[in-house]
């Protein structure tokens, strides 16, 4: 088993840098709009030829109310009435892509994310469903992975009940933190006993993994009272928690404007947070997978991990990344083979260009060699806390030490500082480094020079 995680605030200090996140590499930044409609044809091609897997990834854009710390692409309105025409254009998407994969190639991963997928009507959500499994080859045994974000302000037992019925086996839950005084500086009030029955009934319905998502660094959070949030969430005993920190940047995210940035706690109080929530999980009996994610010791991404098997893509830590991964709905980005290619992200613009009968792709990026091999090497740390060469240099035919001749300087101080082990064989991350992984895989980034680092959250 893989050692804990070890705390070590001088490190912390010297390494929580602002830096991507690398659900993918090269990231979203690197995106141009020289990848379009012609690209993503092409790269759906070649799966249809290679049959590979696929793992589909839903948008639903809709909320009934705004949350002032959110950084999702979304859209705010009381009006049910505006899923309609999207969900037209998004069935469009569906058999426009379809049609250019084989029949055969199984969806092993569906996930439906926003915004509120929940937003949808029961009818809403089985015409799009129903649309999904005439066009693509969703597995009928529950085997798959076919995941849903749940706010449990827009869901009851009638609608756990639905989305099981519709093949849904995984639950992601929002809950963010359980202070009254906090979630009202957030525009978010969500009682402990509202999240509970939605829990209850999912474990009732027998979905397989229940997700928690929590913050920490909110307006009017405390290391007290946030731990008060963790010890009931602990008692909830999801299979896995994300635990996220709150990047505050009203300049990219209007909502984030209306907190006031007097009532966000301190630097050194929200590294308090997180080593007594660390402290508190761990006790519990989480693993810590790696940059926001802890999971029992049984849950699949723990197992994954100890196999080394385990993957990150843009859904985060995952079991199917070798599957092609398809977006679908405004701002949705796909991973096909090399090539990454994202959805507008303008709700009218990607309604717009399907109702002209073309697919709303606006931007992406095709990898190169150097993409490559950067991409294999910045999974394997931030999945594995571990990075052989010679796997990299059989699967890429370069001499490690040779190609990445440059970066040593900064391993060795790194070693030296003890947040890796570093020798002619392999990079081992230590315990007092895996929270600032990120900061090792940054060192890999041939592009993070040329970036405002202001565009990425820090490390912690």
């Known amino acids: 088993m893989l050692d ?3 705390w070590d605030t001088d490190l912390i200090r010297r390494y929580d840098l602002a830096g991507p996140r690398y ?55 009381k009006d049910r009435g505006r899923a309609q025409p999207y969900l037209q254009r998004l069935e469009q998407e569906i058999q426009l892509v379809a049609c250019h994969l084989d029949p055969n190639q199984k969806v ?29 080859n969703l597995l009928d045994d529950d085997s798959g992975d076919y995941g849903i974000e749940i706010d449990p302000r827009e869901a009851d037992w009638s609608t756990m009940g639905l989305l ?9 839950i929002g809950l963010q933190d359980l202070d009254p005084e906090v979630q009202r500086a957030v525009n978010r009030l969500q009682s402990l006993e509202e999240t509970r029955a939605v829990i209850d009934a999912a474990r009732t319905l027998q979905f397989r993994s229940i997700n928690i998502d929590l913050i920490y660094g909110l307006p009017k959070q405390t290391a007290d009272n946030f731990a008060r949030t963790v010890e009931e969430v602990i008692s909830l005993q999801p299979d896995r928690l994300s635990v996220f920190n709150y990047a ?6 209007m909502p984030q404007r209306r907190i006031n940035s007097d009532d966000l706690p301190a630097p050194a109080e929200k590294l308090k947070m997180l080593e007594r929530t660390i402290e508190q999980l761990t006790a519990a009996g989480y693993r810590y997978i790696g940059m926001d994610h802890f999971a029992l010791p049984d849950d699949e991404l723990a197992i994954a991990q100890e196999e080394s098997t385990l993957q990150r893509n843009f859904q985060g830590y995952t079991t199917h990344g070798h599957c092609d991964l398809i977006g679908l709905g405004v701002s949705a980005i796909s991973q096909i083979g090399d ?13 717009n260009a399907l109702a002209n009968s073309q697919l709303g792709t606006s931007r992406g990026l095709l990898c190169n060699q150097d993409d490559r091999v950067r991409r294999a090497v910045i ?82």
């Open 108 to 136: 092993e991963q569906l996930h439906f994310g926003g915004g509120t997928p929940t937003f949808l009507s029961h009818d809403e959500l089985r015409q799009l469903m129903a649309q999904l499994r005439k066009h693509f």
């Open 339 to 351: 090539l990454y290619c994202q959805n507008s992200s303008d709700l009218n613009e990607y309604q």
């Open 4 to 6: 804990a995680i070890r």
């Open 379 to 460: 999974q394997q740390l931030i999945c594995n806390f571990r990075l052989d060469f010679a796997t990299i240099e059989q699967d890429f035919n370069i001499d490690f030490r040779g190609y990445f001749a440059q970066l040593w300087p900064q391993l060795q101080a790194m070693a030296e500082d003890g947040l890796i082990e570093l020798d002619r064989e392999k990079i081992l991350v230590l315990p007092a480094g895996r929270l600032l992984v990120r900061s090792v895989c940054m060192v890999f980034d041939a592009y993070l020079e040329q970036q405002n680092r202001q565009r990425f959250s820090r490390v912690i």
């Open 23 to 77: 659900t993918s590499y090269p990231t979203a930044v690197q995106f141009s709009s020289q990848v379009g409609t012609f690209d993503l044809l092409h790269a759906l091609r070649d799966s249809r030829k290679a049959r590979r897997p696929l793992s589909l990834y839903v948008h639903v854009p809709f909320c009934a109310n705004i949350c002032y710390y959110c950084a999702c692409n979304k859209v705010i309105t």
């Open 248 to 253: 505050h940047l009203p300049e990219r995210f």
């Open 164 to 172: 099981r019925e519709l093949g849904f086996n995984r639950v992601s």
